[in-house]
């Protein structure tokens, strides 16, 4: 499967924990996104890189979170000091430009208790 | 600000009747349209996009800028039709109007369809 791949696919972290995740976009896809999915709702956007530049954030994104694309290539997103409203599914996307079809990955599920 | 609105959560239809699925939304520039759906166990994926003006599994929608809406129709629902249909909008030139290539989702609708 040449698709966009996210580890873990679920993680369980007690209250006050750092949490980090991982995306693996589709191979020369330049541009990554990061939402987030809550039940009920559709996908929020949180953060969008151009190859390794962070070009656009949300105001979803607080300062406990954070988003890497170190070589253009994977991408991180970290939560630190995680709160029970953070419990939500992660979703990563890549295109190949900013106006070709965005390819979603699976998703991570955080459950923060 | 770009927003869509899906007014339905759920719909639930028999094989064979008739589907549309609601999208409005709201942007004051030229708006790219489109519907993603996620089937059971999938992960969320393109359907279709209004400016490819093409027919997937059955499914069309039309652009309707004088009411806003991207309505998506299937004249006869089939049982694999069941999922959870997003509609999303991007800007298709976001300068003038400040709206962002970053497409902005509804809440999506979940159609179920009964044998």
């Known amino acids: 499967d040449t698709g966009v791949s996210q580890d873990p696919r679920h993680k369980i972290t007690k209250r006050g924990q750092n949490v980090t995740f991982r995306c693996d976009p589709i191979?020369?896809?330049?541009?990554l996104y990061w939402y987030r999915q809550t039940l009920g709702q559709g996908p929020e956007f949180l953060t969008y890189f151009q190859n390794e530049a962070q070009l656009e954030k949300s105001r979803l994104l607080s300062d406990r979170f954070s988003a890497e694309r170190p070589k253009g290539s994977f991408s991180t997103l970290e939560i630190q000091r995680t709160e029970q409203g953070d419990s939500a599914m992660y979703l990563c996307?890549?295109?190949?430009?900013?106006?070709?079809?965005?390819?979603f990955g699976e998703g991570s599920w955080l459950t923060v208790v | 600000a770009q927003r869509v609105t899906q007014p339905e959560k759920l719909l639930s239809v028999f094989k064979g009747a008739p589907v549309e699925l609601k999208c409005n939304y709201s942007y004051s520039g030229s708006p790219e349209l489109f519907w993603y759906v996620q089937y059971s166990r999938q992960r969320l994926q393109l359907l279709l996009r209004h400016i490819s003006r093409e027919s997937i599994k059955g499914f069309t929608a039309d652009l309707n800028k004088g009411e806003t809406s991207f309505h998506l129709k299937k004249p006869f629902a089939q049982e694999e039709d069941s999922a959870m249909y997003y509609c999303a909008l991007r800007a298709s030139a976001p300068g003038k109007s400040g709206g962002s290539y970053i497409p902005t989702f509804g809440r999506g609708t979940s159609l179920i369809v009964h044998p």
């Open positions: 191979s020369e896809h330049n541009r």
């Open positions: 996307a890549s295109s190949r430009d900013i106006t070709n079809t965005i390819y």
